[in-house]
């Protein structure tokens, strides 16, 4: 399958996950005396809509990319490792009901993985833009 095709149904289960927390935002804010969601749960709703529709822009930027089909498919699926990640952490406070950020604390994830999910997903998206850039119909 070419990447067009991997990142639509790569986007359709980000699309997924922000309505299934949109399902589970909408159940907190019945239930809560103050009509509100946990703010994790709001965090993962909102990134998750967010993250399918930059996951269909990688998606081109890769598909309209001078660099070869390796590199392109590995940027691609770097910044959605770290998309994936990134929404996971936001559930996983989601359900436990963090009401303060998690940089208060320091710990691998606040620190070090910050680190990582920058370089990821920001060094495979100016890959592919500049692939893009340098590639068919994109050029002068």
């Not at 299934?20 to 990134?47: F, T």
């Not at 710990?107 to 993985?113: A, D, E, I, S």
Request: proline share 3%.
């Amino acid at each position: 399958m070419k990447i067009e095709g991997t990142s639509i149904l790569a986007a359709g289960a980000l699309l997924a996950v922000g309505m299934a927390s949109g399902v589970w935002k909408w159940r907190a804010m019945v239930r809560s005396p103050e009509r509100r969601a946990p703010m994790y749960v709001d965090i993962l709703h909102r990134a998750s809509l967010l993250y399918a529709s930059a996951t269909l822009v990688l998606g081109h930027l890769a598909a309209a990319s001078a660099f070869s089909a390796t590199l392109n498919r590995g940027a691609f699926w770097t910044a959605y490792f770290y998309f994936v990640v990134t929404l996971v952490v936001y559930a996983f406070h989601g359900i436990r009901r963090t009401e303060r950020t998690m940089f208060t604390q320091r710990n691998l994830v606040t620190g070090p993985g910050v680190a990582l999910l920058v370089v990821g997903e920001l060094g495979s998206t100016l890959l592919l833009l500049v692939g893009a850039a340098l590639g068919e119909g994109c050029a002068p």
